[in-house]
């Protein structure tokens, strides 16, 4: 079975500042990892995944993502936030097994001014 | 615009009322999804489409039916609703429904802006 954490239902931020979004993962195989954001009402959009290859995943908007397997993680990252980077975060995996994939609860992101 | 457009936005109906939302893309996209997304839950998937053909249904109460006459459209008619089922319903597509054995990942789910339900 597969399943994903997103530990934190909160990120506070200063724009400028570095910003992290923490995600793990339970898989039973290699997983696929997936990070996506919605805007206030709007749908969900993709932003990056991992498939192989680089641990470092960069993707839109500045965002980037590192794939750590011995701490089952897959943090997404970002060196200076934006106030537009405010918004609900997804982190998804999908075991290479697996049709559907699985999504976290979902983070809020906060970029203060 | 993602490619994947949902009609109506919002929507109020009683319990007693037959309603239907819309989903369609323009992606050539192969898969088909209805997502369900309450306050303070996950995600919730409901139903998946590969094909035209249904592969999943995740325990969704018959008061939801789905209907998919080709892979660019996709239905949830709704009827006798429940007021816990007010929520977004969210309609994705992706290239396919990954089977057994691929690997490929290429598993990248398109969402639309989503159907804003309250059932009164």
């Known amino acids: 079975a597969q399943s994903v954490a997103q530990p934190e239902d909160q990120v506070n931020v200063a724009e400028g500042n570095p910003l992290t979004v923490k995600c793990t993962y339970s898989?039973?195989?290699?997983?696929?990892l997936f990070w996506y954001v919605q805007y206030p009402n709007r749908g969900l959009q993709f932003l990056l995944k991992y498939i192989t290859g680089d641990n470092l995943v960069k993707g839109s908007y500045g965002f980037e993502a590192e794939f750590n397997k011995s701490q089952t993680s897959f943090h997404l990252k970002k060196p200076s936030a934006l106030v537009s980077d405010s918004a609900l975060y997804f982190c998804a995996v999908r075991e290479t097994n697996a049709g559907k994939s699985t999504f976290g609860d979902g983070t809020t992101l906060t970029v203060k001014p | 615009e993602t490619g994947v457009t949902q009609t109506p936005r919002h929507l109020v109906m009683g319990m007693t009322n037959k309603k239907s939302l819309k989903c369609e893309q323009h992606?050539?996209?192969?898969?088909m999804y209805w997502y369900k997304q309450s306050a303070k839950k996950p995600l919730e998937l409901m139903f998946v489409y590969n094909f035209k053909e249904q592969t999943e249904n995740n325990s969704v109460p018959s008061r939801f039916s789905p209907e998919c006459p080709n892979s660019s459209h996709l239905f949830l008619h709704l009827h006798t609703l429940q007021p816990e089922d007010s929520a977004l319903y969210l309609c994705?597509?992706?290239?396919?429904?990954?089977?057994?054995?691929?690997?490929?990942?290429?598993?990248?789910?398109?969402f639309g802006a989503g159907s804003r339900l309250t059932v009164l």
């Open positions: 994705a597509s992706s290239h396919r429904f990954p089977g057994q054995g691929d690997f490929s990942g290429a598993n990248v789910l398109t």
């Open positions: 992606l050539g996209h192969n898969a």
């Open positions: 898989v039973s195989g290699n997983p696929y």
